[in-house]
Nanobody, 125 residues
Framework: QVQLVESGGGLVQSGGSLRLSCVAS??????????MGWFRQAPGKEREFVAV????????LYAESVKGRFTISRDNAKNTVYLQMSSLKPEDTAIYYC????????????????WGQGTQVTVSS
């Protein structure tokens, strides 16, 4: 079982930056590397894909709406995935959720094995 805990959300002004963190804790004696990603859900909207980082090649994929502004990265030693957000827009306001799965495709389908509880990001205009 893996538990994901997001942090780093908050209130920022349009054009500002914010870095989200997601720490994965696996209740086993040895660590296992998962593909990890980020989703977000705005009020009245469906949860949408933001970014994913694969467990092989460290390849990344981004939603078109955030490409060039957001960067996903990971630190396997710390079991942590990050989402560096810059040039934030009011449209980025949402609850951001961390996701993890052994298969990237499962994350892309928005059906990861593990979800975090989310962290609120609010961008004021």
């Amino acid at each position: 079982q893996v538990q994901l805990v997001e942090s780093g959300g908050g209130l920022v002004q349009s054009g500002g930056s914010l870095r989200l963190s997601c720490v994965a804790s696996e209740r086993t004696s040895s660590a296992y590397t998962y593909a990890m990603g980020w989703f977000r859900q705005a009020p009245g909207k469906e949860r949408e894909f933001v970014a994913v980082i694969m467990k092989t090649d460290n390849m990344t994929l981004y939603a078109e709406s955030v490409k060039g502004r957001f960067t996903i990265s990971r630190d396997n030693a710390k079991n942590t995935v990050y989402l560096q957000m810059s040039s934030l827009k009011p449209e980025d306001t949402a609850i951001y959720y961390c996701a993890a799965d052994s298969l990237t495709i499962t994350i892309l389908k928005a059906k990861p094995q593990y979800w975090g509880q989310g962290t609120q990001v609010t961008v004021s205009s």
